[in-house]
C-alpha cells in the first residue's frame, strides 16, 4: 500500500465488508485501490464472513428470516448503487 492512505483505505475496506459504503466512499475507495492494486479487499470480507458464522455457530437459534420488505429495500439500494442512482 502507498504510504499516503493507507489507514483511509483500510478504514474503506472494513466499511465495505461491515455494511457498504454510499456512492462517495465507494467511488473513493476505487480511486485508492487504483493507488494500491496490492491491496487485499477481499481478505477483510472473508473476515467479517467467518466472524458472522462463528457466532452463528456459537447461538444457532440466533438466524432468523429477513422480511420480505427489508429483503426488497436491499436488493432495491444495491440496484441503485450499480446503476449509479439514487434508491426513490
Known amino acids: 500500500m502507498k504510504r499516503a492512505h ?52 456459537r447461538d444457532s437459534s440466533a438466524p432468523q428470516p429477513m422480511p420480505a420488505s427489508l429483503r426488497a429495500r436491499l436488493l432495491g439500494t444495491a440496484e441503485a448503487q450499480r446503476s449509479g442512482h439514487k434508491p426513490g
Open 6 to 57: 493507507p489507514d483511509r483505505l483500510q478504514e474503506l475496506l472494513a466499511d465495505e465488508a461491515l455494511g457498504g459504503l454510499d456512492a462517495s466512499c465507494h467511488s473513493e475507495l476505487e480511486a485508492l485501490l487504483r493507488e494500491s492494486p496490492e491491496a487485499e479487499r477481499d481478505a477483510l470480507m472473508r473476515t467479517a464472513a467467518l466472524t458472522q458464522l462463528a457466532f452463528l455457530h
